[in-house]
């Protein structure tokens, strides 16, 4: 399996401009979890997806970040407007939901930086 | 709301040493107490997961313990090697139905020198 894939590496873009985050989870896990890691608060739980449908976005920062999981392979977390202060590392993970023995598998993170 | 402490902040120790890693949570009503691993620019992977109803995981040199009525765990490396330098994340795992919501520590930063 190719674990948890993330797309892009890498997004440099400027204050205002909207920004889309992509993440393929592992086939057959049904939970997919969104996370944000900074300097200043470490990695903290935005949101997360049992089956496709949202269950808890109580991490989600204010009404500019939207997230949706429209099939079981594909989740977005977007953006908008983007403001310096969302510069960070975004991490998506997975796992099959299998009670207290089942750890998460985190993807390499896609880096953002808004000027 | 569960909140999770790691002490040290940083570590660096000479190659074989032995040394232990710390972390704590307010809420003692935990699902599994996991640690990671995260290297420079790179995603995290799991290294322990404790249930709750288990005092103790080992996997190769490394030991996790956990003792819940006091909020604490600690990450045990024995021998440890310049491969090991990395940051150690510990996070609580609170019962969702079926996942742990997992809260993190800021991460303990260790460097192991030649």
């Known amino acids: 399996d190719a674990g948890v894939i993330q797309s892009p590496r890498h997004e440099v873009t400027e204050m205002g401009q909207e920004v889309t985050l992509r993440c393929k989870p592992i086939?057959?896990?049904?939970?997919l979890f969104w996370y944000r890691q900074t300097m200043m608060r470490g990695l903290e739980l935005l949101i997360y997806f049992n089956n496709n449908v949202p269950i808890d976005d109580s991490g989600m920062p204010e009404d500019r970040f939207s997230a949706k999981m429209p099939n079981a392979s594909f989740s977005t977390l977007k953006i908008q407007p983007s403001e310096p202060r969302d510069s960070a590392v975004y991490f998506c993970?997975?796992?099959?939901?299998?009670?207290?023995?089942?750890?998460?598998?985190f993807g390499p993170g896609t880096r953002l930086t808004v000027l | 709301k569960q909140e999770v402490t790691q002490i040290p902040a940083a570590l660096s120790v000479p190659e074989g040493e032995n040394l232990v890693l710390n972390c704590s949570f307010t809420d003692s009503a935990i699902y599994n107490l996991q640690w990671f691993r995260q290297d420079p620019g790179k995603g995290l992977t799991s290294l322990l997961l404790i249930q709750s109803s288990q005092r103790e995981q080992t996997s190769g040199r490394l030991n996790a313990s956990l003792d819940k009525s006091s909020g604490r765990s600690t990450l045990y490396i024995a021998a440890s090697q310049p491969g090991d330098s990395a940051t150690y994340l510990c996070a609580a795992g609170e019962f969702t139905g079926t996942a742990s919501k997992l809260t993190f520590g800021t991460g303990t930063r260790l460097q192991v020198m030649l």
């Open positions: 993970a997975s796992n099959r939901g299998q009670g207290s023995t089942d750890t998460q598998y």
């Open positions: 086939s057959g896990h049904d939970y």
